[in-house]
């Protein structure tokens, strides 16, 4: 099925009532007939819902429909997309190891890989996204676990060179983890291209009206991890009775360890109700990100042609310097994220900022709303202009993410605001 269908139709097909819409199973926990049925469960955890701390019935409708838009072979849902994150590298290294990581990522996992994960142990290098093959091979070391990167740079906006950094990954046994929250699966499919894990800030376009934090670990189930140096892949787990993922879930050993390690640990999973309307957006996801796109273009434009505006940043645009790349990896849009610069000081962008009516001000990106954010009072406002300067945001810079407004009333409120 084409996307479109796949958001309708995919996850949820019938219950014993043969209701037509998903439905909300909010238990915690599930009956059986008998303890052997039980013993049989824990043996093997696909077979039936056990407890709602990791699997739940609801849930896993949508971890159907998500890992079969990106492509990939099964999903764990997340109760954010920090936790997404977090458990897609947990899954992979151990204190003692290495991640090798994009450096313009979304600030709330350079802050998870910076500072938090160098509490447990793991080492997180930082490298350009533009770096040659040859820079990124000199920065993977032996104890590199995995390559992590986003499709689409928040709040940056780069572009990833998906197949560039997969084919370095490969060549050195190691998986390539690819946060695709800004494009979603609608604009790209990353494991088309290489990606072998995908993660998502469900909170962003999949939910896209703004009504719950999520996210979701999507597995390609195509990376061979008995090649690689991955012993909790290959070797007993004594914390689950001594599964072998490799061996017992050769379609999935990613997934089914996260979900039998981590998820058990952690418990990081989300509600049947969460599971419902995260399903909400998603069945609508497919015209959202079409919209998204030909508005956000359509602004972006608006931008370029306005003096007041000293630079817009969007990768739809000829000029930008990732347009070519976004040509290849997003060829259906770029999303409705862009960033702008005020011609003008700081207290100039709060005072545009402050006379938008339609635009609300907002700590969040990828709305069903047109939002916008001024990093440097907001999510940046402990550093000063040099400081901001030097992490490359101009201290009149606005975020905006454009959404699914009638794009004239859009632009004749950036434009009243702007005079
Ligand atoms: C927002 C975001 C996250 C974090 O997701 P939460 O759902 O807020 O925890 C991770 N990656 C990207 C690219 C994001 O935009």
Not at 65 to 83: D, P, R
Not at 236 to 253: A, L, N, V
């Amino acid at each position: 099925m084409k996307d479109e269908t796949i958001c309708l139709h995919s996850g949820f097909s019938k219950d014993k009532y043969n209701a037509s819409v998903m439905p909300i199973y909010q238990s915690t926990t599930f009956r059986f007939d008998s303890t052997e049925e039980i013993a049989a469960v824990f043996d093997d955890p696909t077979k039936a819902h056990i407890y709602s701390r990791f699997t739940n019935p609801t849930v896993d409708c949508i971890e159907k429909k998500i890992a079969e838009l990106e492509g990939g072979i099964a999903s764990m849902c997340t109760t954010s997309g920090q936790a997404a994150n977090l458990i897609s590298v947990l899954n992979l290294a151990s204190a003692g190891d290495r991640i090798l990581s994009t450096s313009a990522i979304y600030g709330g996992t350079v802050n998870l890989f910076a500072i938090t994960l160098k509490k447990f142990g793991i080492t997180v290098d930082f490298i350009d996204v533009d770096s040659d093959e040859n820079a990124i091979q000199n920065a993977i070391k032996p104890n590199t676990k995995a390559i992590f990167s986003e499709t689409l740079t928040n709040p940056s906006l780069q572009v990833l060179d998906i197949e560039k950094f997969a084919s370095i990954a490969h060549k050195n046994n190691i998986p390539l983890i690819v946060d695709n929250t800004f494009p979603t699966p609608i604009l790209c499919k990353p494991i088309e291209y290489g990606a072998d894990i995908v993660t998502h800030s469900t909170t962003k376009y999949m939910d896209g009206h703004a009504l719950q934090v999520g996210g979701v670990i999507v597995d390609s189930g195509k990376f061979d991890f008995t090649k690689g140096n991955f012993a909790e892949f290959v070797e007993p787990d004594e914390s689950y009775h001594g599964t072998i993922y490799t061996k017992d879930y050769p379609d999935c050993p990613f997934i089914i360890k996260a979900r039998c390690q981590l998820m058990r640990d952690f418990g990081c999973y989300p509600s049947g109700m969460s599971g419902f309307l995260l399903n909400l957006g998603l069945e609508t996801l497919a015209l959202r990100m079409e919209r998204y796109s030909t508005n956000g273009l359509k602004l972006a434009r608006f931008f370029k042609s306005n003096p007041k505006i000293k630079e817009i940043n969007y990768p739809g645009l000829k000029d930008n310097k990732y347009y070519n790349l976004a040509q290849k990896y997003l060829p259906k849009g770029c999303s409705g994220v862009m960033s702008i610069t005020i011609d003008g000081s700081r207290d100039d962008a709060i005072k545009f900022m402050d006379k938008l009516k339609l635009a609300s001000r907002e700590v969040h990106v990828a709305d069903i709303r047109t939002c916008v954010l001024h990093p440097a009072s907001a999510t940046h406002r402990q550093l000063t202009d040099k400081q901001l300067m030097d992490c490359g945001i101009n201290p009149s810079m606005v975020r905006v993410s454009v959404g699914l407004e009638n794009i004239d009333d859009i632009i004749e409120d950036f434009n009243q605001a702007l005079k």
